[in-house]
């Protein structure tokens, strides 16, 4: 049962770096969504999406950029990297739409030097 | 979605019933309550959701007031496993956005 299979599980990287982190779930969900957690912080949403085709933008989406390749993967891009991006960053999905709950990955423990 | 306060943390002796109150007065009728909980930097865990009725599961209870402005998550004999970052949230799932939003939750400490 992987659930979501998020990848790398950890990542440093410089300034200025580009990289993306990737999310695959395994469940038939409709719905993906990436958010970042700061320390002592609760999660914020960068980006959604809804269904296969369609993202949108979260609370926090500056600095990002995200891509639904298909039904399973919805990958975070960021294009410059930036010492403000230093976080551990979750995907999770959804059936939707529906009031199920949504499922997490592990993390991606991402430090940009 | 409604706002929700929370106790930033609280103690539990193990294999005593832990008691999480949350706080959602602005809820509106179609607003669902959901309970999250983060061990130790891992992903957040579902546990319990529910929207006027009580409702149990195999991890937990949750008891909604008659009024549904406030909320209790109910462990009904902790362990040492169950020490983590419990958060409460609540959602209209009525429409497309199920956009979840956390605040910083309670610290849950479960003692030997």
């Known amino acids: ?113 | 979605d409604a706002k929700t306060t929370q106790p930033p943390s609280m103690d539990c002796a193990e294999g005593r019933a832990a008691n999480l109150p949350c706080n959602h007065s602005t809820i509106s009728g179609n607003e669902y309550v959901y309970w999250y909980r983060q061990i130790h930097s891992q992903g957040p865990q579902y546990i319990i959701h529910g929207l006027k009725n009580n409702e149990t599961n195999e991890m937990a209870s949750l008891i909604i007031t008659e009024d549904r402005k406030s909320s209790t998550l109910i462990l009904p004999h902790a362990t040492l496993r169950d020490t983590a970052v419990y958060y409460c949230i609540v959602l209209n799932s009525g429409g497309s956005n199920y956009k979840l939003t956390f605040g910083k939750g309670t610290l849950l400490t479960v003692n030997p």
């Open chain 1, 1 to 113: 049962n992987a659930g979501v299979t998020q990848t790398p599980k950890f990542q440093v990287l410089k300034t200025g770096q580009s990289m993306t982190l990737q999310c695959a779930q395994d469940m038939n969900h409709n719905s993906m969504y990436w958010y970042r957690q700061d320390p002592g912080m609760g999660l914020r949403l960068i980006y959604y999406s809804a269904s296969e085709g369609t993202t949108d933008k979260g609370e926090v989406p500056n600095g990002y950029n995200v891509s639904r390749l298909n039904k399973r993967e919805f990958s975070l891009r960021l294009e410059s990297a930036a010492p403000s991006q230093t976080s551990v960053y979750f995907c999770a999905s959804h059936r939707g739409p529906s009031n199920q709950p949504q499922h997490f990955g592990d993390g991606t423990r991402l430090s940009i030097l």
